[in-house]
């Protein structure tokens, strides 16, 4: 069982450039996030999905856009990306959604936008 | 708005013991969690509260008082593995999590 799996591990992407960051989880979990962590800062929510065909936004949501098409499977786009989205992006997943619950962290892509 | 501090680091002592404290200002409480992170890796689960008071797991603890807005983790016998971030995260009214920036816990033998 993997759990939370992410691809790329690291990706260097030139400014306007189209990118997407794969995570599959293999737990069944309802619930899912997309992080970004940057140094000095708090991990911050860019969007979540409560469950298979829904989807929300987070803390820092611009930029970025997502989809749920299944249970596994939640993909984050950068439509045209800019050195400020540098980061490390961690994608999440929790076995129910609406009330405290354990998350379990993916491996995290490292993203660098030239 | 909401927010949560912690020290950004500090340094211990292989054997020793430290705590790492953690205060919050939510909107709204459902609960607090504290995650390990080592370096270029993924936050793991070290443990939640929700109620007041202490609760126990092996060699690390972590304490709650709901009405200081105030937590702590207990981290005893300090091996040097223990070297990591931890991360203090509160549920808050809207079930959202909020964290905080860690702590960066240095061990020295």
């Known amino acids: 069982i993997a759990g939370i799996t992410q691809a790329p591990t690291s990706q260097i992407l030139a400014a306007g450039r189209r990118m997407t960051l794969r995570c599959t989880q293999d737990m069944r979990h309802n619930a899912m996030y997309w992080y970004r962590q940057d140094l000095g800062l708090g991990l911050r929510l860019i969007h979540y999905s409560n469950t298979a065909g829904t989807t929300g936004k987070g803390e820092v949501p611009d930029g970025y856009s997502v989809s749920r098409a299944n249970t596994d499977d939640f993909p984050l786009t950068l439509a045209s990306a800019v050195p400020s989205q540098t980061s490390v992006y961690f994608c999440?997943?929790?076995?129910?959604?609406?009330?405290?619950?354990?998350?379990?962290f993916g491996p995290g892509t490292r993203l660098t936008v030239l | 708005g909401q927010n949560i501090d912690q020290p950004t680091e500090m340094t211990a002592t292989e054997g020793a013991i430290v705590q790492i404290n953690c205060t919050y200002q939510t909107s709204g409480f459902n609960g607090l969690f504290w995650y390990q992170q080592h370096a270029g890796e993924a936050p793991t689960f070290l443990s939640y509260?929700?109620l007041d008071g202490l609760e126990e797991k092996g060699r690390f603890s972590s304490f709650l008082s709901r009405s200081k807005g105030y937590s702590y983790l207990l981290l005893k016998e300090l091996q040097m593995k223990d070297s990591a971030s931890y991360l203090c995260a509160v549920y808050d009214s809207n079930y959202q999590l909020i964290w905080g920036a860690g702590t960066k816990l240095i061990i020295k033998p």
């Open positions: 509260n929700v």
């Open positions: 999440a997943s929790s076995e129910s959604d609406g009330q405290p619950d354990t998350q379990y």
